[in-house]
């Protein structure tokens, strides 16, 4: 017998994605005193993001690695390039690279 799959409240949603914004706020604050505690939240923000089936907003997604999941600034761990219509964000930490499409 195949496995139900029943949907999260909207509520439970709703506390879920206030609580993603509330720890990318609290990364971006605290990454200039702690770096690990920064990170420590993106991964927090995930498993919240994983565990209630929720879409991050691309905004949110651009900020962090897809690889070693650290929380990315521009100038201090991370690259910004732009070359063919492209955004290219390069990871110094794991030297991986995320291109996204300019419109």
Do not use: W
């Not at 706020?25 to 605290?30: D, G, I, N, P």
């Not at 690990?36 to 993001?49: E, F, G, H, P, T």
């Not at 991986?96 to 499409?101: A, I, K, L, S």
């Amino acid at each position: 017998m195949p496995k139900r799959y029943f949907k999260k409240s909207n509520k439970t949603q709703r506390i879920a994605k206030a609580r993603i914004n509330l720890l990318f706020r609290l990364a971006k604050e605290h990454f200039r005193e702690d770096s690990k505690l920064s990170d420590k939240y993106v991964k927090m923000a995930r498993r919240i993001a994983m565990k209630h089936k929720i879409r991050m907003p691309s905004s949110l997604k651009k900020q962090f690695c897809k690889s070693c999941h650290r929380f990315l600034v521009p100038g201090a761990n991370c690259r910004v390039r732009i070359h063919k219509h492209r955004i290219i964000y390069y990871c110094i930490g794991c030297k991986h690279f995320m291109r996204h499409p300019v419109k």
